[in-house]
């Protein structure tokens, strides 16, 4: 009994040091992550390089998170929803995709970077085919996801894909891809349901399969199939992509007018009001 005393008091130290290096490593990187409310919506202030070196340490360390791409229209919808509000506001990662949420913190101030969740997800696919993490993806029709695939295969002959689900489904079948998703368990998993519905699909999703990393990438697999076109250079240079979205998509009119020029007035109001109040 007496010698298993100092062997705990061993044990005991190496635990409080462990969880002292790993309170410290937490600390660190809190101190480097700044975020910025946008109409009450925190807004992670990285680089694109800085975002995905972020979310290669949670694969490394084999941790699951939520990434959110965020638009005004998220920011405006979250606003009038309190259950998307929430599922914005436990996010573990919320970048900035489009020109909107940077005009809105340049007004605030803030020099930050596009993201485009396009780019970001692509940027994702090549890391995991590098270090061998697993991918999912689900969301767009059988013919677009199934086409996306080919493509992204064509390009990564060495990704590991592990689940390949079209987006349209009802609550019977959401149970069955539930459980199929645990069973394979990706380490990151694209998920193309359009916001609000891939982000609430996510959250619960989520607290199931700890291990991986979601992100909502909307109609990101119409593009990678290439039944869709991305917005010229020049338009994407301009911030202009969704202008010419809306000209090809003029559906799309009703999603952004008059939600975005509010939003704008809005983060104005915001700006004001936070510099009468320093
Ligand atoms: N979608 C889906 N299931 C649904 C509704 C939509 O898989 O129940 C897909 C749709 O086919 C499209 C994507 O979700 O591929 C939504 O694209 P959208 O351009 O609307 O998304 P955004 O980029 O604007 O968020």
């Not at 914005?88 to 020109?99: E, H, Q, R």
């Not at 767009?140 to 390949?164: C, D, F, P, S």
């Not at 609430?200 to 990678?224: A, E, R």
Request: hydrophobic fraction near 45%; charge should be neutral.
């Amino acid at each position: 009994m007496e010698a298993i005393f100092p062997l705990l008091t061993i044990v005991l130290y190496d635990l409080i040091i462990i969880g002292l290096l790993y309170i410290i490593k937490y600390a660190m990187e809190c101190l480097h992550r700044k975020k910025e409310p946008v109409l009450g919506f925190g807004v992670d202030l990285f680089t694109f390089e800085e975002a995905l070196q972020y979310v290669h340490t949670c694969l490394k360390e084999n941790n699951g998170m939520q990434i959110v791409t965020i638009n005004p229209e998220m920011i405006s919808l979250g606003n009038k929803d309190k259950e998307f509000a929430a599922v914005l506001n436990n996010a573990d990662l919320v970048i900035p995709d489009g020109v909107g949420v940077k005009i809105a913190l340049k007004i605030k101030g803030i020099s930050q970077e596009n993201i485009p969740g396009i780019e970001f997800s692509k940027k994702l696919i090549g890391m995991c085919e590098l270090e061998g993490f697993s991918i999912g993806l689900i969301g767009a029709k059988e013919e677009v996801i199934q086409k996306a695939v080919q493509n992204i295969r064509k390009e990564h002959a060495n990704l590991n894909i592990t689940y390949i689900r079209n987006g349209y489904f009802d609550e019977e079948q959401e149970k069955i891809i539930v459980e199929e998703l645990k069973a394979v368990s990706p380490r990151v998993l694209f998920v193309a349901l359009g916001a609000p519905k891939q982000e609430l699909f996510i959250s619960k999703l989520k607290p199931q399969m700890p291990n991986t990393v979601f992100i909502g990438v909307g109609g990101s697999f119409d593009v990678w199939s290439g039944m869709v076109k991305r917005a010229p250079k020049i338009y994407q240079t301009l911030g202009l992509e969704w202008l010419y979205r809306t000209v090809k998509e003029p559906a799309r009119f009703k999603r952004i007018f008059p939600a975005l020029p509010l939003f704008l007035i809005q983060v104005i109001i915001e700006a004001i009001h936070e510099n009468l109040v320093k």
